[in-house]
């Protein structure tokens, strides 16, 4: 995989749109009236769905947390009051919730990060703790579990 890295001066830009993997999107339009900014969003979506038709994506694009990739754990940050941590790649994790692994267990986040930032997590059956990046390593691909299946 490549990486490829622009960067934007978003003063050099009236209008900038930034999509993360996950979805997250980012606008920034300074300088520009507002309801312009709308308007073009609007039309640009007119035409994103009139393009792709009806039916779901092909193919749909792999979530971030199933990919192998390692975290780059110590480039990672935590924003403890939202509890979500960005990892080293830039994916961030929702450590509010439950992750589940290939056998089926629950691990959770209880507030610890182990010597390089990483979120240390707990199984459901407090058998084990591990950082975040050795349970993906070892239990991966991992998945937020849903409801109260934790």
Known sequence: MTHRIKLVDLDEHSLVVTID???VAELHSAGMCKMRAAA??????????????????????????E???????????????????????????????AW???????????GSLDRQGTPIMRSSDGAASEPL???????????PVNGDEA
């Open 21 to 23: 993997a996950d979805g």
């Open 40 to 65: 073009i969003l609007r039309f640009v979506s007119t035409q994103l769905a009139a393009e792709h038709g009806l039916g779901p994506c092909h193919p749909e694009p792999e979530p971030q947390h």
């Open 67 to 97: 990919r192998a990739e390692p975290l780059i754990a110590h480039a990672g940050s935590l924003d403890r009051e939202r509890r979500l941590w960005t990892d080293g790649t830039g994916h961030a994790w929702d450590l509010s919730l």
């Open 100 to 110: 589940a692994g290939v056998d089926d267990r629950a691990w959770r986040w209880h």
């Open 133 to 143: 990046d050795v349970v993906r390593a070892v239990w991966g691909p991992l998945a």
